[in-house]
């Protein structure tokens, strides 16, 4: 398991859930002692991100990742894109414009990111989210359209807020750190109705507020998130939540990158570096800005008609605004004596998303063997309006290291005020279909079949001219699937094979497809990939291990015209090649370990850029090798200490790969104590060593990752 924000762990504290057979199983082995989370892999849960047939891990034909609650508190992990660290072979980088994840040599579009199952299309909306109201992030990797939609040929991420549960339980952290760090959270989930009433409602509430935690200059951080619930159950099967989220951040001043020294590609080997002396400083305006409001509204019936057959409903609403002000990008002059600031955007997004999905599960016999099918249907509306102003000349240049760069609107010329560009509309209907088919008491068969017909609709706010016609619309119709054959060797051992296929938009996302876009992508990407894999238990329950192989191709993608470099054709391929191996030992009742490598082989096999040939060439921002290592050791009873190092590949700036990011380590370090069972005191060190590393990489910038932070949480259940 990856472990990119290592804390400490986690003691028990009052969770109302029934524990997971992989909880238990860690009872078992630790004796009287604490069990450690990040012990055994969770191979008997189950994951709906997976397969809809309620399969759990072990039984789906997959490589399927769940962090839960209890490894989101072990590892410290303070947001989304932390999470996503504890899924092997993921890295994860959050420039405020571009934030993304890398996975399985694919990003982008290509990596799908869900929100409880669900799809806004569009990068943006995956910023970091302070992680305290989600329960858990599940992973599928490879290609997994035929789930939720076109994406997902690298991977699919879906993040599950909390949502309330019968119980009565309380509470509570308070977190202080390096570089300003504040944060206050709050959780409670109660019973509303009496001991004796017909109908039980049980209401959840979660809220958290955090400040601060940046070691560049002039970088101020507030993000406020509330998660509420209602769950109902009306009897005769039937059950009903209401569920409503609501996220705001503000970012005054925020980092894009740290120029990079000339010679970029130092003494001709592709390697680049920054000054250290500018490592913290801020060439961003006065008084940049990023803000975001999003709001979520969920209304969730389930239906359990009988032992055999179930319904679920779920009408979905979503709804963002963000706002940018800022200078983006910096360079050094040839001689690094000064550096250079340009790109001025003045932005506002504004993104609708309504929906609704009917799901249906239905237990079977197919000539005297267990068949299980799920099915549903999804239809919805997706709208953004964009209003950029923009402009791309030289805002000034400044002192690297004792400079002033003014207000945005002084030194940039734009004026205040946002006029539309250009309206998207999406509209998306998918039937899918799933079955699982027992053909022997050791082997299964795992199929599934989705049908989506998407319609792109383009309305231009502004002048028509050649190539920005008053609308424009488009329609896709793909179809992806999944088979996948499972081998029970024994009840805690299985090995599998499948083959999926995906589809994903040619450039970008349909979201925030340009005319351009849509006019000359007639049709979406195609993607592919076989995958033979195995999960097992061993070492009478003390060992868990999981190993995938994988071949993924995509084709269809936007290449440059040869004849024309104003144009694209849809004739560029990629591909990826890779193996991902997890283990989780319970080594003693003390003493824990997880770890995990992946490693792939991505390449262009058809792209042009420039009028050249990129055939070979790794896509940037892919590092080849991923690993990690968390160990945990109990010293008494109400002491713990941790550690884990995380390695990161070398990463590439630019699609001809001439350069590049070495390879770094970061090593990270926990202590945590129980002063009582209801309350712990947890204190972190990350990136123990102060690493320089950049988390994404332009032509002339780093995004660099977090310099060496302390920090102490006190965790109170009441």
Same mark, same amino acid.
């Given at each position: 398991?990856?472990?990119?924000?290592?804390?400490?762990?986690?003691?028990?504290?009052?969770?109302?859930?029934?524990?997971?057979?992989?909880?238990?199983?860690?009872?078992?082995?630790?004796?009287?002692?604490?069990?450690?989370?990040?012990?055994?892999?969770?191979?008997?849960?189950?994951?709906?991100?997976?397969?809809?047939?309620?399969?759990?891990?072990?039984?789906?034909?997959?490589?399927?990742?769940?962090?839960?609650?209890?490894?989101?508190?072990?590892?410290?992990?303070?947001?989304?894109?932390?999470?996503?660290?504890?899924?092997?072979?993921?890295?994860?980088?959050?420039?405020?414009?571009?934030?993304?994840?890398?996975?399985?040599?694919?990003?982008?579009?290509?990596?799908?990111?869900?929100?409880?199952?669900?799809?806004?299309?569009?990068?943006?909306?995956?910023?970091?989210?302070?992680?305290?109201?989600?329960?858990?992030?599940?992973?599928?990797?490879?290609?997994?359209?035929?789930?939720?939609?076109?994406?997902?040929?690298?991977?699919?991420?879906?993040?599950?807020?909390?949502?309330?549960?019968?119980?009565?339980?309380?509470?509570?952290?308070?977190?202080?750190?390096?570089?300003?760090?504040?944060?206050?959270?709050?959780?409670?989930?109660?019973?509303?109705?009496?001991?004796?009433?017909?109908?039980?409602?049980?209401?959840?509430?979660?809220?958290?507020?955090?400040?601060?935690?940046?070691?560049?200059?002039?970088?101020?951080?507030?993000?406020?998130?509330?998660?509420?619930?209602?769950?109902?159950?009306?009897?005769?099967?039937?059950?009903?939540?209401?569920?409503?989220?609501?996220?705001?951040?503000?970012?005054?001043?925020?980092?894009?990158?740290?120029?990079?020294?000339?010679?970029?590609?130092?003494?001709?080997?592709?390697?680049?570096?920054?000054?250290?002396?500018?490592?913290?400083?801020?060439?961003?305006?006065?008084?940049?800005?990023?803000?975001?409001?999003?709001?979520?509204?969920?209304?969730?019936?389930?239906?359990?008609?009988?032992?055999?057959?179930?319904?679920?409903?779920?009408?979905?609403?979503?709804?963002?605004?963000?706002?940018?002000?800022?200078?983006?990008?910096?360079?050094?002059?040839?001689?690094?004596?000064?550096?250079?600031?340009?790109?001025?955007?003045?932005?506002?997004?504004?993104?609708?998303?309504?929906?609704?999905?009917?799901?249906?599960?239905?237990?079977?016999?197919?000539?005297?063997?267990?068949?299980?099918?799920?099915?549903?249907?999804?239809?919805?509306?997706?709208?953004?309006?964009?209003?950029?102003?923009?402009?791309?000349?030289?805002?000034?240049?400044?002192?690297?290291?004792?400079?002033?760069?003014?207000?945005?609107?002084?030194?940039?010329?734009?004026?205040?005020?946002?006029?539309?560009?250009?309206?998207?509309?999406?509209?998306?209907?998918?039937?899918?279909?799933?079955?699982?088919?027992?053909?022997?008491?050791?082997?299964?068969?795992?199929?599934?079949?989705?049908?989506?017909?998407?319609? $792109?609709? /383009? %309305?231009? #706010?502004? *002048?028509?001219?050649?190539?920005?016609? !008053?609308?424009?619309? =488009?329609?896709?119709?793909?179809?992806?699937?999944?088979?996948?054959?499972?081998?029970?060797?024994?009840?805690?051992?299985?090995?599998?094979?499948?083959?999926?296929?995906?589809?994903?938009?040619?450039?970008?996302?349909?979201?925030?497809?340009?005319?351009?876009?849509?006019?000359?992508?007639?049709?979406?990407?195609?993607?592919?990939?076989?995958?033979?894999?195995?999960?097992?238990?061993?070492?009478?329950?003390?060992?868990?291990?999981?190993?995938?192989?994988?071949?993924?191709?995509?084709?269809?993608?936007?290449?440059?015209?040869?004849?024309?470099?104003?144009?694209?054709?849809?004739?560029?391929?990629?591909?990826?090649?890779?193996?991902?191996?997890?283990?989780? $030992?319970? /080594? %003693?009742? #003390?003493? *824990?370990?997880?770890?995990?490598?992946? !490693?792939?082989?991505? =390449?262009?096999?058809?792209?042009?850029?420039?009028?050249?040939?990129?055939?070979?060439?790794?896509?940037?921002?892919?590092?080849?090798?991923?690993?990690?290592?968390?160990?945990?050791?109990?010293?008494?009873?109400?002491?713990?200490?941790?550690?884990?190092?995380?390695?990161?590949?070398?990463?590439?700036?630019?699609?001809?790969?001439?350069?590049?990011?070495?390879?770094?380590?970061?090593?990270?370090?926990?202590?945590?104590?129980?002063?009582?069972?209801?309350?712990?005191?947890?204190?972190?060190?990350?990136?123990?060593?102060?690493?320089?590393?950049?988390?994404?990489?332009?032509?002339?910038?780093?995004?660099?990752?977090?310099?060496?932070?302390?920090?102490?949480? $006190?965790?109170?259940?009441?």
């Amino acid at each position: 398991m990856a472990l990119g924000s290592l804390g400490v762990l986690a003691f028990p504290h009052g969770a109302s859930a029934a524990p997971t057979e992989a909880e238990l199983a860690t009872v078992q082995v630790t004796e009287s002692s604490t069990p450690a989370p990040l012990g055994l892999l969770p191979l008997r849960q189950s994951a709906s991100t997976g397969s809809r047939l309620g399969l759990s891990i072990l039984e789906t034909p997959a490589s399927v990742q769940v962090v839960d609650r209890a490894t989101i508190e072990a590892t410290g992990a303070q947001d989304t894109q932390e999470m996503l660290r504890a899924v092997p072979g993921v890295t994860a980088y959050s420039p405020p414009g571009n934030p993304g994840v890398s996975w399985r040599g694919f990003s982008g579009a290509s990596v799908s990111q869900l929100f409880n199952g669900i799809n806004v299309q569009y990068s943006i909306a995956a910023r970091p989210v302070d992680s305290w109201i989600y329960d858990r992030v599940e992973a599928i990797g490879g290609a997994s359209s035929f789930l939720y939609g076109a994406g997902g040929v690298g991977g699919t991420l879906n993040y599950i807020t909390k949502l309330a549960e019968p119980g009565d339980f309380s509470e509570g952290q308070v977190t202080l750190g390096s570089h300003g760090r504040k944060q206050a959270s709050l959780g409670l989930n109660r019973r509303l109705s009496g001991p004796d009433a017909t109908n039980r409602h049980d209401l959840r509430l979660d809220l958290s507020h955090s400040e601060g935690g940046s070691a560049v200059d002039g970088v101020q951080r507030h993000a406020t998130q509330l998660a509420a619930s209602l769950r109902s159950d009306l009897g005769s099967g039937l059950t009903h939540t209401l569920a409503y989220e609501w996220q705001r951040e503000r970012v005054d001043r925020p980092y894009w990158g740290t120029p990079l020294r000339n010679p970029i590609a130092g003494a001709g080997t592709g390697a680049v570096s920054i000054d250290p002396a500018t490592r913290e400083k801020n060439y961003n305006a006065t008084d940049g800005l990023y803000a975001q409001q999003v709001q979520w509204l969920r209304s969730i019936t389930e239906w359990r008609a009988s032992d055999r057959l179930q319904w679920s409903n779920t009408f979905y609403a979503y709804s963002a605004l963000r706002d940018y002000r800022n200078v983006e990008n910096y360079r050094f002059n040839a001689d690094n004596s000064a550096v250079i600031r340009s790109s001025a955007l003045l932005q506002r997004h504004d993104q609708h998303l309504v929906g609704d999905r009917v799901e249906g599960r239905y237990r079977s016999e197919l000539a005297g063997h267990r068949s299980d099918w799920a099915f549903g249907f999804d239809a919805s509306v997706n709208r953004q309006t964009r209003y950029p102003n923009s402009t791309s000349a030289t805002i000034g240049t400044v002192n690297p290291y004792d400079f002033t760069v003014g207000d945005f609107y002084a030194s940039s010329g734009l004026q205040p005020g946002f006029n539309a560009d250009r309206e998207n509309r999406i509209r998306n209907l998918a039937l899918y279909l799933e079955n699982r088919t027992a053909l022997t008491d050791a082997w299964s068969l795992v199929t599934a079949l989705r049908h989506e017909r998407i319609d $792109l609709n /383009l %309305t231009n #706010r502004r *002048s028509v001219a050649p190539g920005m016609p !008053a609308s424009f619309s =488009r329609s896709y119709q793909p179809t992806t699937g999944r088979v996948g054959l499972v081998w029970q060797l024994t009840p805690e051992a299985m090995l599998y094979g499948q083959f999926a296929t995906a589809a994903d938009p040619p450039s970008g996302m349909l979201a925030t497809a340009s005319f351009a876009d849509a006019m000359n992508n007639t049709g979406l990407t195609t993607g592919r990939q076989w995958e033979l894999g195995a999960k097992w238990q061993f070492w009478q329950g003390k060992g868990t291990a999981t190993l995938a192989a994988y071949d993924i191709q995509r084709r269809n993608i936007a290449t440059q015209d040869p004849l024309d470099s104003t144009r694209t054709l849809l004739v560029g391929q990629q591909s990826s090649r890779g193996l991902e191996a997890a283990v989780g $030992l319970a /080594l %003693t009742p #003390r003493w *824990s370990l997880r770890a995990d490598w992946s !490693a792939n082989r991505a =390449r262009y096999d058809d792209y042009r850029q420039g009028g050249i040939s990129m055939a070979g060439k790794r896509p940037v921002n892919t590092p080849a090798t991923v690993a990690n290592l968390w160990t945990s050791y109990q010293l008494t009873p109400a002491l713990q200490l941790s550690a884990g190092l995380r390695h990161v590949g070398r990463i590439y700036g630019d699609a001809a790969n001439t350069q590049y990011w070495p390879a770094y380590t970061l090593l990270d370090l926990g202590l945590a104590w129980r002063i009582d069972p209801r309350m712990t005191l947890q204190a972190r060190l990350r990136n123990a060593t102060d690493k320089v590393y950049a988390a994404s990489l332009s032509s002339t910038m780093a995004y660099l990752g977090t310099a060496r932070a302390a920090e102490l949480s $006190l965790h109170v259940a009441f």
